[in-house]
């Protein structure tokens, strides 16, 4: 029988290259546990992040887009 | 990102799918716990289904690549803090107003656009297809015939055929 999956939600995050970039690899090194549901892309700068990526991320399937930096 | 927040509530998509953290590269343990929030809360809003929300999504990101908004959103620390050249300035929330019905107004139109896109419609059948008020759509309409986006194709009976340019 098929066992019905739980919803996994797909996250796009922005991360930026000084900020959440670095945050993220401490959080890493520190062995912090988080939810394995983002797909992260690394920018040099929040601002380098265009309104359109976010359309662009929703019309790509995930379900959420998250910006930090 | 606070107007696309606004576009994402404006095209029934929810703000909640675009959000915003700030985190230092110090804060590891902040940034799991926004991981942990983030997640949290797509998990309850459930999955995206971007098919059913085909035209909106395409229509705000239409009304985000359009002139006037680009213009708008580069121009907001001119008009904020440092004014014109008679010193005149817009306070923070007047301008932000200003954004948001400017932004709702390009949302509008990039709707009717967008259907035309598909081939030539009447006014009614472009409210149908957008859901918008049937006077919403002759306004905006107007506007875009103005800006040589959109014109008259034919006559279908006494009804009006307009299409996209």
Not at chain 1, 14 to 33: E, H, K, P, T
Not at chain 2, 36 to 62: N, Y
Not at chain 2, 109 to 132: D, F, H, N, W, Y
Request: aromatic share 8%.
């Amino acid at each position: 029988m098929e066992m019905k999956k739980p919803f996994e939600p797909k996250i796009l995050a922005f991360l930026c290259n000084w900020c959440a970039y670095a945050g993220a690899d401490l959080a890493g090194v520190s062995r912090l546990q988080y939810p394995p549901t983002l797909r992260s892309i690394r920018v040099m700068c929040s601002g380098r992040v265009d309104p359109v990526y976010i359309t662009d991320g929703l019309k790509s399937g995930f379900d959420s887009v998250f910006v930090s930096g | 990102m606070e107007l696309t927040q606004y576009l994402l509530d404006l095209s029934g998509i929810g703000r909640n799918r675009l959000q915003v953290r700030w985190v230092s590269a110090a804060e590891g343990q902040l940034f799991a716990e926004y991981v942990t929030e983030v997640s949290d809360i797509t998990q309850k809003l459930g999955p995206f289904d971007p098919d059913k929300f085909e035209l909106p999504l395409a229509a705000v990101e239409r009304t985000l690549n359009s002139a006037r908004i680009r213009w708008l959103l580069g121009l907001t620390k001119q008009i904020t803090e440092q004014g014109n050249v008679y010193n005149e300035k817009l306070k923070k929330e007047d301008f932000k107003k200003m954004l948001h019905r400017a932004a709702e107004e390009e949302y509008q139109k990039a709707l009717i656009m967008q259907v035309l896109e598909e081939r030539p419609l009447s006014v009614k059948e472009m409210a149908e297809k957008t859901g918008l008020a049937v006077y919403t759509v002759s306004l905006r309409l107007n506007e875009l015939e103005r800006c040589n986006q959109a014109g008259l194709k034919q006559y279908s009976g006494n009804a009006p055929i307009f299409m996209g340019m």
